[in-house]
C-alpha cells in the first residue's frame, strides 16, 4: 500500500479518493487470509462490480426494513427494489462461487493439509465439505459473511478515520511519535507485538469507531418481558439499537462531536454506552482481526505520509444501509514524510 502511494505521488497525484483504495485493500486482505488465496489484479473490474453490489443488496435490504408494504415477497420481488435486489445477489453469488472455485482448484495443486500451517477458513470449509459436514450453499453461505463482514466495515472505519486524521495534525503527530519510539527508524513493517504496544492508536481507532461505528444499528428479539425504568417492552418485540446516536449522546461523552482519541487512554471497565462490535453473544467475531487489521493501515500510512484536507474541518453527509458511509468521495491530500 505505501509503495502504491508514493508511486501515485511521483506521478503526481498528491490528492487521493481514498474510499475506492482502501475499499480494494481491505477485500484483498480478508481474501488472503481467510480465503487462502490472493486476488489477481485482473480481477479488478470484478472487484468493482462485487462491491457495488454489496453496497447494493444493503441499501435494498434497509429499504424494505422501512417500508412495510416490501415485508411480503410478491410485492418486494415485483418492485424495482427487489428487481435490483435480485440482480446484486446473482453478482454477489458469481464472486463468492469464483473465490471458492478458485481455492478448491489450488488446494488440488498443492497439499493444504497436515503441513503444520494455519489452516484459512476456506481451507476448513472446504475439508467439512469433502467429510460431507457441510454443502456448497453452506459454504457460499459463510463466504459471504465474512467476505462482506470482513471488508467492508473495515474499509468505512479506515476511510472516515483518514478524513479524522487529515483534519488532525496534532493526533497524527502523536500517532507517529508513538511508532517511532517502538519501530524507531527502521523501514520494517509493524508486528504483532509492535502493534500491540501502539496505545495511543489504540485509542485514535476507538475514537473513530465511536463517531462512525461502521455498523451504526443491530437489531434484536427480546425473548422475554424487559423493563427499562417506567417502559415495558413485551416478549416477541424486535427492537432496533441505535449505535451511532448512543456514542453520540452527550450525558455519556461529553463534547460528543469532538474528534478527542485521549477519551479512551485511560478506560478500564466495560461500557455498554459504547458498542461499536456490539456486545453479549452474537458480538463481532472478527473485532480483533479487525482491530489489527486498521492498526497496521494507519501506522504503515502515518509512518510515511503526511495527510491534510482539502477544506478544514469539512463533514461529509453519511447514508447508511447496513454500513454507515459518507454521501460523498472522502478526498485527502498526501505527501511524503
Ligand atoms: C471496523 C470493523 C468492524 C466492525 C465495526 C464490526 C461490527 C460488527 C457488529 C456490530 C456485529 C454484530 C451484529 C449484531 O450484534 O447483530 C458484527 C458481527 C459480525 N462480524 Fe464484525 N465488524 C467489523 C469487522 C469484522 C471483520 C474484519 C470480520 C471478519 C474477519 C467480521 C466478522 C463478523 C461476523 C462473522 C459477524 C456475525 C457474528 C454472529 O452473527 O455471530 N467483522 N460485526
Redesign the pocket.
Known sequence: MVRDLHERLQRGERTLDVMPFISDYTLNT?CET?MGGRLDSETDAAKYEYRKAISGLGMAIYRRLTRFWLFFDIMFYLSPTGRQFKKDLQQNCIFTNSVIEERRKKRNEIDCTGSGKRMALLDLLLDAESKGEIDMEGIRDEVN??MF??HD??AM?LTFGLMLLADHEDVQEKIYQECRSIIGDSTRTANTSDLAEMKYLDAVIKEV?RLY???PL??REITEELVLDDLVIPQGSEVIIH?YELQRRGDLFPDPEVFRPERFLHEDKINFSY????AGL??????R??MQ??KCMFSEIIRHFKLSPIVKGYRPSIKSDLVLRPNESILVNFSAR
Open positions: 480478508i481467510a459473511t465474512f463482514e470482513g466495515t473495515t472505519a469507531l461505528p461502521s455498523v443491530i437489531g449505535i458498542l461499536p462490535f456490539s452474537r458480538n463481532c467475531i472478527g473485532q482481526f479487525a487489521e486498521m
